[in-house]
């Protein structure tokens, strides 16, 4: 092989190693969430007792725009699969706690976001958000058509990705700061619950 022939070869194969070592290293890079945001969701009317027939919202409206756990701001519009898992169940018996899953012990009306399928009717609604200008927003009534004491909660989203680009990930973690009561003495034990997302109980007359 001429002097020639073999430069050629030699600068063909470092692009290739340079292109491999480049996509390597993003996909290595890509495990894990390369951002965690905190995001405010609402509840209300903030009653615990409320009567069959009567509307509580789920609420969250966000901007696109974030401040991420490093106090750094990170634009995360146009994101691929950001939303919450919502579970629903209901406290059949007190001592010991004994919930039962009641997805249709409710009727939905969904104003802002897209529901989705979910792999338990009974317990679980899934649902996207919706984005509008440089705003995240959801927006869902829960109307109970039975009495007794209820929970849902807002379960986290993680492993967001924007459309396009794989990396990096994010996680959403959502919390009742403009919710003054979540009511947890309603459910038996008392206030030491640890839930796993927002969470929110009340009692349906």
């Known amino acids: 092989m001429g002097t020639k022939a073999i430069a050629i070869v030699l600068v063909v194969s470092i692009g290739i190693v340079s292109i491999y070592s480049r996509c390597t290293k993003d996909v290595v890079g890509c495990t894990g ?8 969701a609402k509840v209300y009317p903030d009653k ?11 609420e969250m409206n966000f901007s696109s ?9 990170v634009d995360f519009s146009n ?21 039962k899953d009641v997805v249709n012990d409710f009727t939905f009306k969904l104003v802002f976001g897209k ?14 958000f919706q984005e509008l200008g440089h705003k995240y927003m959801f927006k869902l009534a829960m109307i109970p058509r039975s009495s007794g004491t209820y929970r849902f909660n ?5 492993d967001v990705y924007r459309n396009g680009n794989a990396c990096p990930k994010a996680s959403f973690y959502y919390q009742l ?28 007359r």
Do not use: C, R
């Not at 691929?80 to 706690?97: I, Q, R, Y």
């Not at 700061?177 to 349906?204: C, E, S």
């Open 33 to 40: 969430n390369s951002y965690a945001f905190k995001v405010d």
């Open 79 to 99: 994101a691929n699969n950001l939303g919450t898992e919502m579970g629903f169940v209901k406290v059949v018996n007190a001592s010991p706690v004994e919930l």
């Open 115 to 128: 529901e989705l399928g979910s792999p338990n009717t009974q317990l679980l609604k899934e649902y996207s």
């Open 177 to 204: 700061f403009n919710t003054t009561n979540q009511h947890y003495y309603l459910y038996p034990g008392g206030a030491g619950v640890t839930p796993a997302g927002a969470d929110y109980y009340f009692y349906v």
């Open 65 to 73: 725009s974030l401040l991420d756990q490093t106090n750094e701001i």
């Open 48 to 58: 615990d007792s409320i009567n069959i027939g009567d509307t509580i919202w789920a």
């Open 154 to 158: 807002m379960v986290k989203a993680i």
